[in-house]
């Protein structure tokens, strides 16, 4: 459940050890020198704060409360028989747009470039909406492993088509592990049943095996076969810009080093080393420039524009004209704005209410609560995203305030009739 922002934070500070360890390297990309400090320690301390957040708020009384839940039945089967309508009839419209348009396969197309071609509406939408669609695609396998004790296979192929969907489309690596780890935080609950869940997982996979002939024909050697074959299909496609793009060994040995041990923590360092190493921080310009008078007009995250311009200056333009951003404006952003020491208590005040927020979708699922999960899932998401990118365009989203507003009559309105009953019943004991 706390899977993507747990290995978010660890690749980060595992970029952060690696450039404090180099003595000094240029970073084209950033158009400076990077390296040697303690940008690392200062990283771990945030990462502390979720840890921290995380054993305040699940205590084992609040996950024994989520466990018992699980025994609870409520017959939901016309909700999930529409759902299985609904989303099949979603995916036929999704593919058949999408194959109406050229597919970036094996031509070292990015997904950045493919958008620029491919200007549909349908896809925008779906990419817009894929970690939602993901997160409740999650709830109704959840719903229908508590009500059948068995896991049902078409939510799965559901998610298998929105992550093939994604790797057509050019979104090869963050993007299709988030979709799972939004798929995982309703299925995480099941772990709370980690037994009888296994106990299924196992008997739906015989059931599959002996009932299916073709299983039945399949030997070792077939198996290892195919499966040879899809690994194989599966790593050139994955790398197939990098083979089309990087044509000497030494730019595709780059390339890997640039991604996975500095592109996470370039910005945090040189964040770190301006506001921590030379004081330089401006709360008034920050506001400025991510929330009232966002740089360059960008409707993305605003956060990591202006962590790119306090770096790179007005060549910040290109990258984001271009499409191309980078990654790690958490928590470098909260370092802009409290400064170097006012920025723990930020994140673990943002911390806490992600934890707290996390809790009580995982509780309306349990509970079965879908209406405020509806309203309650997008404000969850938006702090979620403020603690994996550091992203505060939530803040001038009107959609926010009207979903925290509508969830916060909703429990009024609950309270108020809860408080009514009970004092009805009272007075129901005290006449009789």
């Known amino acids: 459940m706390l899977l993507y922002p747990v290995v978010q934070l660890i690749w980060q500070l595992t970029s952060s050890v690696y450039i404090d360890c180099q003595d000094s390297m240029y970073q084209p ?15 771990f301390g945030f990462c502390t704060q979720l840890i921290l957040a995380t054993l305040i708020v699940f205590t084992p009384k609040r996950v024994e409360y989520l466990k018992n839940s699980l025994n609870d039945y409520t017959n939901n089967f016309i909700l999930i028989n529409a759902s299985k309508c609904i989303l099949l009839l979603f995916y036929i419209v999704i593919y058949v747009d999408l194959f109406r348009h050229p ?6 197309i990015d997904r950045v470039e493919y958008l620029n071609i ?3 509406i349908i896809i925008r939408i779906v990419l817009r909406l894929v970690y939602h669609i993901c997160f409740y695609l999650g709830v109704m396998f959840y719903q229908i492993y508590k009500l059948r004790r068995k896991i049902n296979n078409m939510y799965l192929y559901f998610l298998v088509l929105t992550l093939i969907y994604l790797f057509l489309i050019g979104h090869k690596y963050s993007t299709p592990f988030m979709a799972v ?3 995982l935080v309703p299925v995480g609950l099941l772990l709370l049943d980690c037994e ?5 997982i196992r008997k739906n996979v015989k059931t599959t095996l002996r009932n299916n002939k073709l299983f039945n024909k399949i030997n070792n050697a ?3 076969w195919w499966s040879t074959i899809f690994v194989s299909m599966f790593s050139i496609a994955v790398f197939q810009h990098i083979l089309v793009k990087y044509q000497t060994k030494e730019h595709i040995k780059n390339y890997f080093v640039g991604r996975i041990f500095v592109g996470q923590g370039k910005v945090w360092w040189t964040t770190y080393n301006r506001v921590i190493r030379q004081k330089d921080w401006n709360l008034e310009d920050t506001i400025d420039k991510i929330l009232l008078h966002p740089l360059y007009e960008y409707k993305g995250n605003t956060s990591l524009v202006f962590l790119m311009h306090k770096t790179m200056g007005h060549k910040t333009y290109d990258r984001v004209k271009s499409g191309f951003l980078y990654t790690g404006a958490y928590p470098a952003i909260l370092l802009e704005l409290f400064g170097p020491f006012f920025s723990y208590l930020a994140a673990f005040l943002m911390a806490l209410i992600y934890c707290w927020l996390l809790y009580f979708v995982l509780k309306y699922i349990v509970t079965n609560r879908y209406l405020n999960l509806l309203f309650l899932y997008p404000i969850y998401y938006k702090i979620f995203m403020f603690n994996v990118d550091g992203g505060v365009n939530f803040l001038k989203n009107t959609f926010f305030y009207l979903a925290v507003s509508v969830f916060l009559l909703l429990q009024f309105s609950r309270f108020t009739l809860s408080s009514r009953r009970k004092r009805n019943l009272g007075q129901a004991q005290k006449s009789s």
């Open 222 to 224: 077939h198996v290892l």
């Open 181 to 183: 780890c939004s798929f």
């Open 118 to 120: 491919n200007t549909g």
């Open 29 to 43: 990309e950033l158009y400076a020198y990077i390296g040697d400090g303690n940008s690392s320690w200062w990283f």
């Open 103 to 108: 597919i970036p396969f094996f031509k070292g």
């Open 196 to 200: 009888g869940f296994v106990i299924s």
